[in-house]
Each structure stands twice: as structure tokens, then as C-alpha cells.
């Protein structure tokens, strides 16, 4: 199996109005929502948003 680099612009573009997780690099906290927007490289706005720590416990929910 070999990498195949991607231009991350162009991957980030197609993601929106699609369901996306975005894991933060430190920490254990996830955010899976629906990708509004995306603004600058990494500024997102996402709608529906479901926050997870310690990978299973929910800790709210965001409507946009």
C-alpha cells in the first residue's frame, strides 16, 4: 500500500455540507457535525455539533 499525498484546499472544499469527526491533536475530545463552512485554512463553522471526551461520553450538543 503506498501514500498518495492531498492537497489539503481542495480535500477541505469537497467536505463541505458533509458529516464530518474533527479530533483535536491533543486531547481527547471529538467533534462530529455537519461542515457549514469553512473560512480559512483552519477556522470551520460546523452545525449539529455532538462533543465527545474520553471517546464515548457525550458532553453536549450545538444547533445551528
Do not use: C
Not at 10 to 18: A, E, I, R
Not at 37 to 62: D, P
Request: charged content about 20%.
Amino acid at each position: 500500500m503506498s501514500f498518495v499525498p492531498v492537497n489539503p484546499r481542495p480535500f477541505l472544499q469537497d467536505l463541505v455540507n458533509k458529516d464530518v469527526v474533527v479530533r483535536l491533536k491533543w486531547g481527547e475530545t471529538e467533534y462530529k457535525g455537519r461542515l457549514v463552512v469553512r473560512i480559512a485554512f483552519l477556522i470551520w463553522e460546523l452545525s449539529k455539533v455532538h462533543i465527545y471526551m474520553l471517546t464515548s461520553i457525550v458532553v453536549g450538543v450545538s444547533e445551528h
